[in-house]
């Protein structure tokens, strides 16, 4: 199973980004994740495309850029252009979805579909043998800090399942009250990537968080040594 861990810069320090950048930069972080918010589609506004810019100039890591916007197949090509390397977009905001994702594919990026905590995992059928990444979110996005919604475990469980029944290739992401209390579960129901913010960015040592949520539920297997 794969094991990504993209830090969401939503939690960062915005009067001193590029430290946040160049810490994720060094450590053993995969991705850097990116909360696009307009105040519509969720309760908050976060940064845009100028930020993504901004970034783009020094990450050393893929974007993963989350869009929690109304409509967002305006902004597929600004996004692009911005340096996103994987563009998300939420299955509750899409009119039309599978051309959507087409569209995000052409374009050159990988192609991710986020799904809300009451949206079911059985609404990605149709969709689930195109897109590169489905995003869980286990918490009600909008804000950061909140806490985990337990039933996203069934959910990530159902993915897997209709990925691996599919011959999907699609990896899954969870996002919302990632921590080290259930990176381990996480990673043991089927995630591929752990978004995690203020977890990591909030810690005495941010990268050495990086490593322990990268390595949670590693080496529990124990061998008895014989006296």
Known sequence: MTRLIAPSLLAADFTCLQKDVEMVNASEADWFHMDIMDGVFVPNISFGIPVVQAVKRIAAKPLDVHLMIVEPEKYLHKFRDAGADILTVHIEACRHLHRTIQEIKELGMKAGVTLNPHTPAESLKEIISFVDMVLVMSVNPGFGGQKFIP??????????????????????????????????????????????????????????MIHQLKTAGLGKITVNSEK
């Open 151 to 208: 039933t996203s475990y069934e959910k990530i469980r159902k993915t897997r399942s209709m990925i691996e029944e599919s011959g999907s290739r699609a990896l899954i992401e969870v996002d919302g009250g990632v921590d080290l209390s259930n990176a381990a579960a996480l990673f043991e129901a089927g995630v591929d990537i752990l978004v995690t913010g203020t977890t990591v960015f909030k810690a005495e040592d941010p990268a050495g």
